[in-house]
């Protein structure tokens, strides 16, 4: 089994910055890609960054891209989501997840695990 718990959201202004880490825990072993979703009332969840835990290569969506930035700590087995220049559409509920190994990045069915996420609140 493998647990995932974020943290680091809460409430800022447009323009501000947040950082959200994911802690993974349990047999991580075969697990080689971890990735942050997010979804705000009403909308699906979608996928906004990920990065092969090997390898290191990280993938944005591009609505993100220079203003959020995956990375991770491989001792402490946490997984960050660096969020600069935060706008109000970025309000939502953030979620970590696991996946051995997803043919397609963003498609949710390709993660195993998921954590409970963490809520995101950005006001004009």
């Known amino acids: 089994q493998v647990e995932l718990v974020e943290s680091g959201g809460g409430s800022v202004q447009a323009g501000g910055s947040l950082r959200l880490s994911c802690g993974v825990s349990?047999?991580?072993?075969?697990?080689?890609?971890v990735a942050w979703f997010r979804q705000a009332p009403g909308r699906e969840r979608e996928g906004v960054a990920g990065?092969?835990?090997?390898?290191?290569?990280?993938y944005h969506i591009s609505s993100v891209v220079g203003r959020f930035t995956v990375s991770q700590d491989s001792a402490s087995n946490t997984v960050y989501l660096q969020m600069n220049n935060l706008k109000p559409e970025d309000t939502a509920m953030y979620y970590c997840?696991?996946?051995?190994?997803?043919?397609?990045?963003?498609?949710?069915?390709?993660?195993?695990?998921w954590g409970r996420g963490t809520q995101v609140t950005v006001s004009s």
């Open positions: 997840a696991a996946s051995l190994n997803p043919r397609l990045l963003w498609r949710r069915d390709m993660y195993k695990y």
């Open positions: 349990g047999d991580t072993r075969s697990m080689n890609f």
């Open positions: 990065i092969y835990i090997d390898t290191g290569s990280s």
